[in-house]
Every structure is written in C-alpha cells, then in structure tokens.
C-alpha cells in the first residue's frame, strides 16, 4: 500500500523564486494536511482540508503561502514569492475520516533551502 | 485551548534499560493522545493511539503508553531499549470532534550501546 508521497525531496532555489511542492495523499483518505519543521519553531499545522476543500488555513505564515487541492489525490503548497526564512522541512500528511481518532500518515517531506 | 508539554528535549538510555519518554496535555473534553517516531531524513510515524478503554496502550517495535486521566499524562516506554530506538518522539492530542493535531516539541531519544 502506497504511503503519501510528497515531491520534490528536496528543493535549493534563490530568493524571490516561486517554489511550488507537491502532495499525493493515501488513496481513500479524506484529510490532508501540510505542516512545516524546524529547529527554531517545531512542527506547525499551516493548512488542512476535509474532502478537498480549506477547513483551518490559520497557520499560513502571510499571503506568500498558498495551497490548493485540485481533487481528491493530489495537493499543492505554493510559496511566491519565496524568502531564506521559508527553508524548512515541509510535511503533507493524509488520514481517514474520524472525529479526530485516527493517526495521521506522513510523507518524507520536502527539505527546502532559499538561498 | 489544547496543548502538549514534552519537557525533556533529550533522554540518554543505555541499551538494554528500559526509557520513559514524557508527555503531558491539556485539552477540554476527552483527550485522543498520539505518539510519532521520526528518524532522520524521514516522515513522522505513527506508533500508537489512546483513544478510549485500557489506560496501557501497546504498539509498534515494543513500545507502549499509559494514559493517567488525573495526571494528564501520556508516558511513551519500552522495558529494553535497542540502540535502533534512537529517534525524535512527539506526542499529540487533540479532543474529540477535532481534527487536527497538536504535537509537543518533540524528545530526542539516544540509546547508548
């Protein structure tokens, strides 16, 4: 069974580029998620959607930070345009419909780097 | 509000001994309490869940957690440490009809041969 897939790993670009990152969630899954890491701040909920659609967007740092989910397998997390504060590890991460009771799958995430 | 309080960044472990990593929460209404293991370069892993029942919950690669309602707290233990046990650990909660996840700040475990 695929687990959610995030691409790319791995992301270096220059300030003021547009970084866009990718998320395929477990198949049947109704929640996704995107978080961030690091070291400074921990692991932080930016976004999550239910069956597609923004349920809590309260976590995006400002109006640089987008996400969209197109359909029911696929997500993205834009950033435009992208700063040296924003290089961190960027999680998704799917679970089933529940009333909070059951875990969350992670992928690898993306380690992203502005320079 | 919800939060998590994991006030050991780091814990040292000789191999073979048993390891408690902490974990304590606040949340109103009943708590569903979660731990994660993350090794290096990789997603965070589920390892096992409290939702209701058994104070004990056991999961994954031996590990096990006792929920105490009058402490508010979620302790992560194994009886025998394995130096692959080496990780970062995060507790979670939320409350019931939430979806979303608080993590704590994470415990970074070492098991010394």
């Known amino acids: 069974d695929a687990g959610v897939i995030q691409s790319p790993r791995h992301e270096v670009t220059e300030m003021g580029q547009e970084v866009t990152l990718r998320c395929k969630p477990i198949?049947?899954?109704?929640?996704l998620f995107w978080y961030r890491q690091t070291m400074m701040r921990g692991l932080e909920l930016l976004i999550y959607f239910n069956n597609n659609v923004p349920i809590d967007d309260s976590g995006m740092p400002e109006d640089r930070f987008s996400a969209k989910m197109p359909n029911a397998s696929f997500s993205t997390l834009k950033i435009q345009p992208s700063e040296p504060r924003d290089s961190a590890v960027y999680f998704c991460?799917?679970?089933?419909?529940?009333?909070?009771?059951?875990?969350?799958?992670f992928g690898d995430g993306t380690r992203l780097s502005i320079l | 509000a919800q939060s998590v309080a994991q006030p050991e960044d780091q814990v040292n472990v000789a191999e073979g001994n048993p390891l408690t990593v902490k974990c304590t929460y606040s949340?109103?209404?009943?708590?569903?309490l979660f731990w994660y293991v993350q090794y290096p370069n990789r997603g965070l892993q589920f390892l096992l869940k409290y939702i209701t029942g058994d104070n004990l919950v056991k999961g994954s690669y031996g590990f096990e957690a006792e929920f105490n309602k009058s402490q508010t707290s979620f302790h992560l233990k194994k009886p025998s440490a394995l130096v692959s046990d080496s990780a970062l650990y995060f507790c979670?909660?939320?409350?019931?009809?939430?979806?979303?996840?608080?993590f704590g700040t994470g415990t970074r475990l070492t098991v010394i041969p």
């Open positions: 949340v109103s209404g009943n708590p569903y």
């Open positions: 991460a799917s679970s089933t419909t529940g009333a909070g009771n059951q875990p969350q799958h």
């Open positions: 198949s049947g899954h109704d929640y």
């Open positions: 979670a909660v939320n409350s019931g009809g939430a979806n979303n996840l608080f």
